[in-house]
């Protein structure tokens, strides 16, 4: 008796590694230096894959990779020829095979900053294509879903709560969290690769009027400032400046004069300042230092001296 075909999917199923199509992921690359990973290559040498790989199903032979990508990868490495993966049933692009994706590699540790942002927003666009959504367009109604969720549509409220809930995350931090794609990409690639903290990326992007922004971002990149100094660099130019003829700024000479005073009591009465004095003291130097770099680019020469003629 012949056996009935059935339309449900196995369980999960071995596939060759080759036939496994790799589509855009989340997760912009794989750090395959990690710890985490070289223990993942390890675990799965030790004992294999214990969870199957997700994919969808494609043209012929093919599978479209949705989440495991680092198992994958691993996998590769080992020169594996067969992996375990499990079929599920969703579109290449809806936004239901995207929160699978963000789902499990929101879950890794080492998911950058930057690669979380654009996982998000990828989310949202692709639950909610109708509101052609750019980055400004999801800030904006964050804003309002978080002071008065009830002016927004359910759809909308839907897929807020929804991608709060998979990323562990409140509307506050999401909102932070999407503001660093709207810095210029060379910071957007520092973020990426860990030179500019997390924090001082919200800094960057909560200042992109600040004219001297890229001087300033050239100079910490050089001389790495603090939260505060930083703030302080990308806000000088909102203080009022002080009026021509009204006050005269110290001669140069004397303002050095006086840093190297501020050294000599350091010396001589070190035993009276604590730790944090000192620390304080460095940040505002850090500040300064950075402060001057960036200055010196935009100052002008100095106006050569006219010799005087000899008197006879």
């Not at 894959?49 to 080992?78: F, H, M, N």
């Not at 890794?108 to 927003?121: C, F, T, V, Y």
């Not at 501020?262 to 604590?274: K, L, N, P």
């Amino acid at each position: 008796m012949a056996t009935k075909k059935t339309s449900v999917n196995p369980e999960f199923l071995y596939v060759p590694i080759g036939n496994i199509v790799v589509l855009e992921q989340v997760r912009s690359n794989i750090n395959t230096e990690a710890d985490s990973f070289k223990a993942l290559v390890q675990s799965i040498k030790d004992k294999g894959i214990l969870e199957p790989l997700l994919v969808t199903k494609g043209d012929g032979d093919s599978y479209t990779l949705i989440c495991g990508e680092r198992r994958l990868e691993a996998a590769r490495q080992l020169g594996l020829e067969l992996v375990p993966v499990r079929i599920i049933e969703a579109g290449k692009e809806s936004g239901e095979t995207i929160a699978l994706q963000l789902t499990e590699n929101l879950q890794r540790e080492d998911l950058n900053p930057m690669d979380q942002a654009k996982g998000i927003l990828a989310y949202i666009q692709a639950k909610l294509p109708d509101k052609n959504y750019d980055v400004d367009g999801v800030m904006n109604d964050l804003v309002v879903y978080e002071r008065r969720p009830g002016d927004q549509l359910e759809e909308i409220r839907e897929t807020f709560s929804r991608i709060s809930e998979i990323s562990g995350k409140t509307i506050r931090t999401l909102y932070n969290g999407l503001s660093l794609l709207k810095n210029p990409d060379e910071i957007q690639a520092e973020i990426r690769a860990g030179n500019v903290p997390v924090s001082q990326g919200y800094l960057f992007a909560a200042n992109l009027d600040c004219p001297d922004r890229d001087k300033i971002f050239e100079a910490v990149m050089k001389t790495p400032v603090t939260y505060l100094a930083l703030e302080k660099l990308l806000t000088a130019w909102k203080k009022p400046k002080p009026v021509p003829g009204k006050t005269k700024p110290l001669p140069m000479k004397k303002q050095i004069a006086s840093l190297r005073s501020v050294e000599s009591r350091i010396e001589m009465g070190f035993a009276t300042y604590t730790r944090s004095d000192l620390e304080t003291l460095l940040d505002e130097l850090r500040t300064f230092s950075a402060l001057v770099e960036l200055r010196i680019p935009i100052a002008p020469e100095p106006t050569p001296e006219k010799k005087k003629p000899p008197q006879l």
